[in-house]
């Protein structure tokens, strides 16, 4: 069906089952985070702001989520998916200060070396951006194949 001939009350039920999508799933994430956070909180005693640092990451991933959720249907919503890849990979990189973590406990420091960790969480978002960035150009080339096929 082409895009102008839909009328008002049918673009309007597409927008709001779309809104209506996200905000499930956002709900649903949020209530996994909010299990999962009750069983983490002992660490945010042993590691400072720890707490702040997940609910900055759940906060910017869901707000990508249901941008990408609403623009399902078009090429943005390939880039919301290769910006929270990126996203994720930047976050861990700035969070988790390169690899390298200092510890400093009842007077004692300790330095724990997770690059081997930070490097395989980069290379498994690296596959999720290059999985939207592909998903982006097949969408971008069946566009273009059905406006050359109307000619």
Do not use: C, W
């Amino acid at each position: 069906m082409d895009e102008k001939s839909i009328g008002f009350k049918e673009r309007l039920r597409r927008i709001t089952l779309k809104i209506l999508k996200a905000t499930i799933k956002a709900a649903l994430l949020y209530g996994v985070y909010f299990v999962l956070s009750m069983f983490l909180a002992p660490i945010s005693d042993v590691v400072p702001g720890f707490q702040q640092m997940v609910e900055t990451f759940v906060t910017v991933y869901l707000f990508l989520m249901i941008l990408g959720e609403i623009t399902s249907g078009t090429v943005f919503q390939h880039f919301f998916g290769a910006a929270k890849a990126l996203f994720v990979i930047l976050y861990l990189i700035f969070s988790l200060n390169g690899g390298v973590i200092t510890l400093y406990f009842q007077g004692a420091q300790l330095m724990v070396d997770i690059r081997l960790f930070l490097m395989v969480a980069i290379l498994l978002s690296l596959l999720g951006f290059a999985k939207s960035v592909l998903q982006a150009i097949n969408f971008l080339n069946e566009k273009a194949q059905m406006e050359s096929l109307k000619f």
